[in-house]
């Protein structure tokens, strides 16, 4: 159906608060990847899920940031003490699976600002 | 670790002329995948174009097309005939496991 869902759009919060930034993917796409793009700067890779599990979370940048996908469709990326540094725009993508050849469609992302 | 880098942070074309945006990046692999992604002021990603590192020949799109030089691990976009909406960021992204983004390339199509 639609495409890749985000939301909320914009995000404000509070140094030090707790965030949930929510992902749909396309119904039917098992790989589903997030990102964060700081201003001025592409994509940059943070984890990816295959189906429920995580595949690869060599791109979250600490224990702060956590990721799931219970049911292998919805995923929430969840940023516990929020810092200043984690104002960002966060990127989600699904693919039908993890085949690299395969389109990831993007998300029209989540601007996060952290006050 | 895999790079993209993209050493033209911005560049501009006349309406209906041809430019060609850089992307150069370093890899240990041999099979990968390589793209452009365009990124209009309304920050949705669209793929532009993609490649396979196995696949010798230039893949095209359209206006679009990729030089594609394994040996010197060189993945440059020509977008001919440039209309007004081509305007954006264009992005080169590598994927072996995971997608890796450069920094980017603000192209501007002047009318």
């Known amino acids: 159906g639609a495409g890749v869902s985000q939301t909320p759009s914009n995000k404000v919060t509070e140094k030090g608060k707790y965030v949930e930034l929510r992902c749909d993917p396309i119904?039917?796409?098992?790989?589903l990847y997030w990102y964060r793009q700081s201003l001025g700067q592409g994509p940059e890779f943070l984890i990816y899920f295959q189906g429920t599990g995580a595949a690869d979370d060599s791109g979250l940048p600490n224990d702060r940031f956590f990721a799931v996908r219970p049911e292998g469709s919805v995923s929430t990326l969840k940023i516990q003490r929020t810092e200043r540094g984690d104002s960002a725009v966060y990127l989600c993508?699904?693919?039908?699976?993890?085949?690299?050849?395969?389109?990831?469609?993007f998300g029209p992302g989540t601007r996060l600002t952290v006050l | 670790a895999q790079t993209v880098t993209q050493s033209q942070p911005e560049m501009s074309v006349q309406e209906a002329e041809t430019v060609t945006l850089s992307c150069t990046y370093d890899?240990?692999?041999?099979?990968?995948?390589l793209f452009w992604y365009k990124q209009p002021p309304s920050r949705q990603m669209i793929l532009v174009i993609r490649q396979e590192a196995y696949k010798q020949q230039n893949a095209t799109e359209n206006r679009f097309s990729v030089n594609f030089q394994k040996a010197a691990k060189s993945f440059s976009l020509k977008i001919s005939d440039s209309q007004l909406g081509d305007t954006a960021m264009y992005f080169c992204a590598f994927f072996d496991n995971d997608m890796r983004f450069g920094a980017g390339t603000r192209l501007t199509v002047k009318p």
């Open positions: 119904s039917g796409h098992t790989a």
């Open positions: 993508a699904s693919s039908l699976n993890s085949n690299g050849y395969n389109e990831q469609f």
């Open positions: 890899t240990s692999e041999n099979n990968y995948y």
